[in-house]
Structure formats: structure tokens, C-alpha cells
């Protein structure tokens, strides 16, 4: 027999078991799923939320992957929104909704999503009276 193949195939033995044991540089499925579980679900804004302050309304009817809003607002009256997207802030949902429409041109809501009382709190800054609002909306359960 020859000594070669036998020497690389003990050789070969020996190193494939050692470099079975070293970890996996993509992350298993159950990882993946526990990250993306802990991350916050931009679902959870869909719905009609009422501001305390008012009876102002904002409709969340959908939220693209990328965070973008099919959301109106109402006050009473319908208006459009320029600007309609949320965001990720490490575990926070982050919204930023802007009005173009006549007497609110580019006032913006810059919200929170508070989970623990499902709510959003934040600031409407009215720019073209120059006055910024605290601000809280509730989701309307009727």
C-alpha cells in the first residue's frame, strides 16, 4: 500500500471533524425569527387613531416593508398627507406624517408609538402659525 493516500486521508480525517465544530457565520433560522419577533411590528399602526386634543383623525390602512404609509387625516374634513412613513428606532416605531394642504403647509405630527397603552404621543409643530402642540392619539376601538 502506499504511504501517501493513507497519510492524506488520516490527514483529512482529522481536520474535517475540527472544522465541523467551528460556528456557523449565518445565523439559524430560530435566531432569525427570535430577531425579527423582537423587532417592532409596523402592523401594529393600522387602524384609526383620534387625537385627545381635538378630535383629530389619522387612518392607517397599510405600511409597505419600507415603512411607508397609506395613511389620511381628517379634522373634521379630509386632508392629504405629503409625507406619510414610520420608522425604526431600535425597538420604538417612529411616525412623521407632513400636511401641504392650504393653512398647514409643511406642519408635521412626529409621533411615538407608546405599546404598553397603545397610543401616539408627540409633537404637531403647525408652521404657518408657529406653535408646536403636545400631542396624544388613541386608537379608536368602535
Avoid at 430560530?30 to 381635538?54: C, H, I, K, N
Avoid at 394642504?101 to 408627540?122: K, P, Q
Wanted: glycine share 6%.
Amino acid at each position: 500500500m502506499n504511504p501517501i493516500p493513507f497519510v492524506m486521508l488520516c490527514l483529512s480525517l482529522i481536520v474535517n471533524p475540527a472544522l465541523a465544530q467551528q460556528p456557523s457565520q449565518q445565523p439559524s433560522a430560530t435566531t432569525a425569527a427570535r430577531q425579527s419577533s423582537a423587532e417592532p411590528a409596523f402592523d401594529r399602526l393600522l387602524g384609526r387613531w383620534v387625537r385627545l386634543q381635538g378630535g383629530y383623525v389619522i387612518t392607517i390602512r397599510a405600511v409597505d416593508a419600507d415603512g411607508k404609509l397609506d395613511a389620511s387625516y381628517a379634522n373634521p374634513r379630509p386632508l392629504p398627507f405629503h409625507v406619510a412613513v414610520a420608522s425604526r428606532d431600535g425597538n420604538a416605531l417612529k411616525l412623521l406624517f407632513e400636511l401641504r394642504a392650504a393653512g398647514y403647509n409643511g406642519s408635521t405630527y412626529t409621533l411615538n408609538y407608546d405599546a404598553a397603552n397603545d397610543r401616539l404621543n408627540g409633537v404637531f409643530d403647525q408652521v404657518v402659525a408657529k406653535q408646536r402642540f403636545d400631542v396624544v392619539f388613541a386608537r379608536d376601538k368602535s
